[in-house]
T-cell receptor, first 116, second 114 residues
Framework: AQKVTQAQTEISVVEKEDVTLDCVYE???????LFWYKQPPSGELVFLIR??????QNEISGRYSWNFQKSTSSFNFTITASQVVDSAVYFC?????????????FGSGTQLTVLP | GAGVSQSPSNKVTEKGKDVELRCDPI?????LYWYRQSLGQGLEFLIY????????KSGLPSDRFSAERTGGSVSTLTIQRTQQEDSAVYLC????????????FGQGTRLTVV
């Protein structure tokens, strides 16, 4: 069985602060894929990043960075110098390989509010 | 179209009526997913189609829910005898294949059962 835990239900920061969204996952697969999605108030889920389990190199994209640590089964997401437009619900998701690759298992999401 | 298209965007129905929700995936995408998102909640997996394989129906909450995918493209999610607890946003997603490819989501159908 797969499970994704986002323990932070809501986070509120002031603009320009850095913020880290936590994601912890469980899977029996040795090969798996991790994702982050953003859901702004408009409701549509926007893909942010995909990470393969065999690639632990961290990634930076502009103000976004992701820290994948297999040893702790975590895939955390950091926004540097947050902006009001970053306010959204952020979902972490996991998809296994082979038989369990059929579905994306989502965490419960973290509501991020960036205050001006 | 360029993205996943869902219709209708909003649907209000009376308790006990049947509803059909449509999803038009991205052209060429062989995998198609349906999820349900209740107010303020995460995404609940409903059903998954991959090519001509038998669908994974393990997430359907009851036998009132069914889905089909015709010609490996458009999918219809049907809810029979709707109940108030069926009120939610129903999201469809498609991906080029499974595993290492990301899924792209439509804007969803907001279903309200009154």
């Amino acid at each position: 069985a797969q499970k994704v835990t986002q323990a932070q239900t809501e986070i509120s920061v002031v603009e320009k602060e850095d913020v880290t969204l936590d994601c912890v996952y469980e899977t029996r697969d040795t090969t798996y894929y991790l994702f982050w999605y953003k859901q702004p108030p408009s409701g549509e889920l926007v893909f942010l990043i995909r990470r393969n389990s065999f690639d632990e190199q961290n990634e930076i994209s502009g103000r976004y960075s992701w820290n994948f640590q297999k040893s702790t089964s975590s895939f955390n997401f950091t926004i540097t110098a947050s902006q009001v437009v970053d306010s959204a619900v952020y979902f972490c998701a996991l998809r296994g390989f082979g038989g369990s690759a059929r579905q994306l298992t989502f965490g419960s999401g973290t509501q991020l509010t960036v205050l001006p | 179209g360029a993205g996943v298209s869902q219709s209708p965007s909003n649907k209000v129905t009376e308790k006990g009526k049947d509803v059909e929700l449509r999803c038009d995936p991205i052209s060429g995408h062989t995998a198609l997913y349906w999820y349900r998102q209740s107010l303020g909640q995460g995404l609940e997996f409903l059903i998954y189609f991959q090519g001509n394989s038998a669908p994974d129906k393990s997430g359907l909450p009851s036998d009132r829910f069914s889905a089909e995918r015709t010609g490996g493209s458009v999918s219809t999610l049907t809810i029979q005898r709707t109940q108030q607890e069926d009120s939610a946003v129903y999201l469809c997603a498609s991906s080029f294949r499974t595993g290492d490819t990301e899924a792209f989501f439509g804007q969803g159908t907001r279903l309200t059962v009154v």
